[in-house]
Structures are given as structure tokens and as C-alpha cells.
């Protein structure tokens, strides 16, 4: 059996990579268990040393990696570069504070000294993505090693490329062999991978029903998860709203990526008095976004990862149209010669509940747009979703915009006048079937350790 990856450019096979056997996969857990048992043993200050020397490596091959995510699932190359600094960002942050976000907490209590502990848990599998193929995996990895844990990937079968030179980077940069190996596996193998008594923990970025059947597993077994998941951000356009700062940002939050985002905007709610006017603004800044080669320096959006998945696209599309929503722009696959999986920035207007669009996910370059009769109902819409990853509200009261996104929102990330996004510093996740738990921050290099009490009388 063998994995490919295929140019969604142009549909040719780029490389075909050999899969693991089952006895591989055994040997890759034992062996990186086996990593583990020294790694941990390391001071903070020589994992710090590695992950600096990693993200170092990082820059250092950016436009080589940027290369690679072109070829395997179609992102810019300037969006590629970026993605693989941010990847470099995220391991100077644990880096510079692991230390810290680990450090042993005293607490007084009767006994002569107690005090909080944070150790490895040990293996942890990591089920990841093709959209952002380095960050999802980095966000995971850089906290992973700088607690002490190590790590094996099961990447998306369509990026098998990025999958092997993140563990090349990781090797390259100095870290002991097997602390971080990569399962040439499909979807089928990873229940064998979570069952395995060594590998200690999960965690999984990917669609709702791929997070359900993996944290279903893990539970049976009573192992650790946390996922990231599915998720049809609501931004909230109140009257009082800088319109043209608030399009622009609704814009790029939908095309980052080729809307193929899970944190990406998709249903912008706007209330009763700016629709004509912001929908004006927002047609025209889609409209200059050029479609095109990844490879060409004034591409915006490249094809998406898979032609499947455009195609599935389309339907949605049409099906609401069917349903009653109106199309003002795109709705087309782009007229292209050869094999490609592009699709049009496309807006739907009139979305209204009973549509297919109104409860779905959709996942790329189209832009949903549903009305409200005033505030608390543009809330009231933001909120009737299974989803809650993120969500944003654009108004020129500050203080009344927090409060929304402070206690109204129903969900992990909420902004205000900003477009959702992912920041080291920051916790990030879900709430509902978005997921649960955290990655970044100090809240994410805690959901993999052993919180330790320890009390010496």
C-alpha cells in the first residue's frame, strides 16, 4: 500500500511514499517510548536550547517549506512562508517561558512543604490536518517537548511530504533520535496507534465526526484528549460599525487559506440599517482577490487542498441556492484548463433558517450572510449553532463590543473588531462540538502533564 501526494493545481502524483506496516508502526511507538524514558531527564534549559535551535532551522528553510505546501495542498507561497515563521514564533515562545509555565508551585498548607508539579505524560499521538500542515502540527509539538513529552504524528494522507520533513527538522535541529516520529499511516491503522498501552495520550485536529470516534476510543481506554474541531464563526456587524475596516477583515478572515480554515469566518450576521452598504464593500474587496497559481507572486488564493473536496464545495453551494439563498458573486468553478481544484470567491445572501448553510460547515472561499433585526438577534443567530470555536463582533463602542464578547458569545475565541486568529500567547479552542481543551499558551502546555501534588510532612 502506499500513500500519495497529488498537486491540486494540476491533479498530477507528486510522490508516492511507501505506508507502515503494523510492525513499523509497533517499532515507532516503542522506539520513541523508549526516547522518552532520557527525554525527560533533560533540564528545561537544554529542551529550551533544542526548540531555539529548531525554530532557527524554521527560518532558515521557510521558502523550501513554503515550496513544499504549494505543491502539496495548494497555499501561496507567501502564505507558506509565513505559516513556517509562525511555526519558528511558537517554538521561541516555549523557549523563552516553559520554564516558568512548568515551574513547581508552593502552596501553604499544614504540612512542612506541598507544592504543585507538572510532569510528562510520555507518548502522545497527534492526529493532524492538511490545512495549516507545519502550525497545527508545531503548536502541538513545541509545548509537547518542552514538557518533557515526545511525540508521534499521524499527518492527513494528502500532505505526506510535510508530514516526513517535520520530523527531518526536528532531527536536524539536534533533539535525541525517536523523540518525534512520523506514522506513514491511513485513517484505518489509528485505532491499532491509540490502543497501544504506550502511546499515553491524544490529541486531534480535524472535522467533528473524526473527533468524536477518536475521543470515543481514547475514553474507553481512559486516555487524555484534547480536539480541535469543526466550527462556523459568526462576525457580528453592529449599525455603529467602521464598515470599511469591518469588510476588509471579514474578507481576509474568509479567504485565509482558501477559506479552508476551521477558525475562518463564515456566517457574518449583520444587523438591519448597514446590510446594503456593507455587502457593497464586501463584494468589491472579494472581488479583488486574485485565484491563481500559488507560485505566482500576486496570488491570493490557490486551488483548494483536494478536488473532492471542491467538489463538495460546489454542491453546498448549489444546494442553497436550491434552498432559496442568492448567489452575488462566484458560485462557479473557474473556467482553468487541465486538472485543478479551484473554486470562485463566491457570496450567498439571504441565508435563513431551514438551509442547509445555516447549520453547516463550509469549508472554503464562501461567505454567508444572514440578517438581524437588531442586536440581541444578530447574538441570538451567532449563537444557534452546535459549533463554538470562534466568533467576533465590529463596533465603535469598545466597552458595549467586550461585553458581547465577553458574555454573550458562545465560544472559545472571541474578538472584537479583529478577525480570529491563533496567537502563542493566547489559549485556543473550543467550546460545544468545536471540541475542548486548549493548545498554546500556559493552558496548553498544561493538558499534557501529570498536575502533581506532592506534601511532605
Request: glycine fraction near 8%; aromatic fraction near 8%; include cysteine.
Amino acid at each position: 500500500m502506499s500513500i500519495q501526494s497529488i498537486n491540486p493545481a494540476n491533479g498530477k502524483v507528486i510522490k508516492k511514499y511507501k505506508e507502515d506496516s503494523e510492525q513499523n508502526v509497533t517499532r515507532k511507538i516503542e522506539q520513541t517510548h523508549k526516547a522518552w524514558l532520557k527525554w525527560r531527564e533533560k533540564s528545561f534549559a537544554e529542551r529550551a536550547t533544542l526548540l531555539k535551535n529548531l525554530a532557527a532551522n524554521l527560518k532558515q528553510r521557510k521558502d523550501e517549506l513554503a515550496v513544499l505546501m504549494a505543491n502539496e495542498m495548494g497555499k501561496p507561497l507567501k502564505d507558506g512562508v509565513a505559516e513556517i515563521e509562525k511555526c519558528a514564533s511558537v517554538c521561541e515562545y516555549y523557549a523563552n517561558n516553559g520554564t516558568q509555565f512548568l515551574a513547581d508551585e508552593v502552596v501553604e498548607t499544614d504540612a512542612s512543604k506541598s507544592y504543585v508539579s507538572f510532569q510528562p505524560f510520555g507518548v502522545v499521538l497527534a492526529i493532524m490536518p492538511w490545512n495549516f500542515p507545519f502550525w497545527q502540527v508545531f503548536r502541538f509539538l513545541a509545548p509537547g517537548l518542552m514538557a518533557g513529552n515526545c511525540g508521534l504524528l499521524k499527518h492527513a494522507s494528502n500532505v505526506p511530504g510535510c508530514a516526513l520533513i517535520i520530523e527531518d527538522l526536528v532531527k536536524t535541529s539536534g533533539f535525541p533520535d525517536n523523540v518525534f516520529q512520523t506514522l506513514m499511516i491511513g485513517s484505518k491503522e489509528v485505532n491499532k496507534v491509540i490502543a497501544h498501552p504506550l502511546v499515553k495520550a491524544v490529541t486531534l485536529t480535524g472535522s467533528t465526526e473524526a473527533g468524536i470516534k477518536v475521543a470515543q476510543q481514547a475514553g474507553t481506554l481512559l486516555k487524555k484528549t484534547v480536539l480541535e474541531l469543526g466550527g462556523s464563526d459568526p462576525y457580528i456587524v453592529l449599525e455603529d460599525a467602521d464598515l470599511e475596516e469591518a469588510a476588509q477583515a471579514c474578507v481576509n478572515s474568509r479567504l485565509i487559506n482558501n477559506g479552508q480554515s476551521c477558525v475562518a469566518a463564515k456566517r457574518f450576521i449583520l444587523v438591519k440599517g448597514i446590510e446594503k452598504e456593507f455587502i457593497r464593500l464586501f463584494k468589491e474587496k472579494m472581488m479583488q482577490k486574485k485565484v491563481g497559481d500559488p507560485f505566482e507572486a500576486g496570488t491570493d488564493l490557490g486551488p483548494m487542498a483536494r478536488a473532492d473536496l471542491r467538489d463538495e464545495l460546489h454542491q453546498q453551494v448549489l444546494s442553497n441556492i436550491k434552498a432559496g439563498a442568492k448567489c452575488i458573486l462566484g458560485g462557479n468553478i473557474p473556467p482553468f484548463k487541465g486538472t485543478h481544484a479551484y473554486y470562485e470567491p463566491t457570496i450567498l445572501t439571504g441565508i435563513k433558517k431551514g438551509m442547509p448553510a445555516y447549520e453547516e460547515e463550509i469549508f472554503g472561499p464562501v461567505a454567508l450572510i444572514i440578517s438581524a433585526r437588531d442586536t440581541e438577534h444578530a447574538i441570538s443567530i451567532a449563537n444557534d449553532t452546535v459549533f463554538g470555536l470562534g466568533a467576533a463582533v465590529f463596533t465603535k463602542n469598545n466597552s458595549a463590543g467586550e461585553e458581547i464578547a465577553r458574555t454573550k458569545l458562545q465560544a472559545g475565541c472571541c474578538f472584537v473588531n479583529s478577525l480570529v486568529k491563533s496567537d502563542p500567547r493566547l489559549p485556543f479552542g473550543g467550546v460545544n462540538q468545536s471540541g475542548y481543551g486548549r493548545e498554546l499558551s500556559i493552558y496548553g502546555i498544561h493538558e499534557f502533564v501529570n498536575i502533581k501534588t506532592v506534601y511532605v510532612k
